[in-house]
């Protein structure tokens, strides 16, 4: 059974940095491509930071050059390292594991709440 568990989320201010780990189990790491997605109130999931199977990172326009997506495959473990935060990225960000060719998500976390303020 896939698990993934999110933690890490919080408030900090504009400006400041906060990274998310999300510890995946049940599967072994060539099995899905790994990313993350966000949601913020009144407004619809985005695709944030995502792996391909060649360990390609690809980042939403609206983060690239301040987040950045690690997997360490010995501890398990996907990061989201986000620096440089603004009030826009407040949302819940959810860990994803993903057909590696659809794309389609097969499993998601149960969410981490980040919440930047000005």
């Known amino acids: 059974q896939v698990q993934l568990v999110e933690s890490g989320g919080g408030s900090v201010q504009a400006g400041g940095s906060l990274r998310l780990s999300c510890a995946y189990s049940g599967y072994t790491y060539s099995t899905y491509c790994m990313g993350w997605f966000r949601q913020a109130p009144g407004k619809e999931r985005e695709r944030v930071a995502t792996?391909?199977?060649?360990?390609?990172?690809r980042y939403a326009d609206s983060v690239k050059g301040r987040f950045a997506i690690t997997l360490d495959n010995a501890k398990r473990t996907l990061y989201l390292q986000m620096n440089s935060l603004k009030p826009d990225d407040t949302a819940m960000y959810y860990c994803?594991?993903?057909?590696?060719?659809?794309?389609?998500?097969?499993?998601w976390g149960q969410g981490a709440q980040v919440t930047v303020s000005s």
């Open positions: 792996l391909d199977s060649f360990s390609n990172r």
């Open positions: 994803v594991a993903r057909d590696c060719y659809s794309g389609s998500v097969r499993a």
